[in-house]
């Protein structure tokens, strides 16, 4: 397999997300981190602005759920036009019916682990899925300076 090259836009300016988008025009896939503040201690974005950015550019999109109830919210996420969406198994209440549910609507399902979350117990649900997702932080703080420098073009500011 090709390596991909995934932008996410977490430290983009959310006021100009679709100049942000087209700024990386050319790659694999954006990467869009969704979180709700009650599975991790930060709040980004939803389904509406998921929807406008899908149609402000053709770079297909690749939503990471961090959120409660995915199983409830994943497909509206899919419909928004995400073409892959994450979901973490520490919320997920039936992971291989969400999974399959993703793949139905037309997407890639894919499925994320916290650090401390062994594998092995959802070795089984491999086949189900198209990507699995080790998180090596805490999910709800990819936006720490550090884990953008590798990317200036969503850098921080400098202050």
Partial sequence: MAAQINPSILSAD???LADEAKAVEGADWLHVDVMDN???????????VVESLARATDTPLDCHLMIQA?????????EAGA???????EAAAAPVRLAREIRAKGARASMALKP????EPYEDLLP??????IMTVEP??????SSTSCCPRFAAPAS
């Fill in 14 to 16: 959310f006021a100009r």
């Fill in 38 to 48: 009650h599975f991790v201690p930060n709040l980004t974005l939803g389904v509406p």
């Fill in 70 to 78: 995915p199983d409830r919210w994943a497909p509206q996420y899919v």
């Fill in 83 to 89: 073409g892959s969406v994450t979901f973490h198994v």
């Fill in 116 to 119: 401390a979350t062994p594998v």
């Fill in 128 to 133: 189900e899925l198209d990507m699995l997702l």
């Fill in 140 to 145: 709800g703080f990819g936006a720490r300076r």
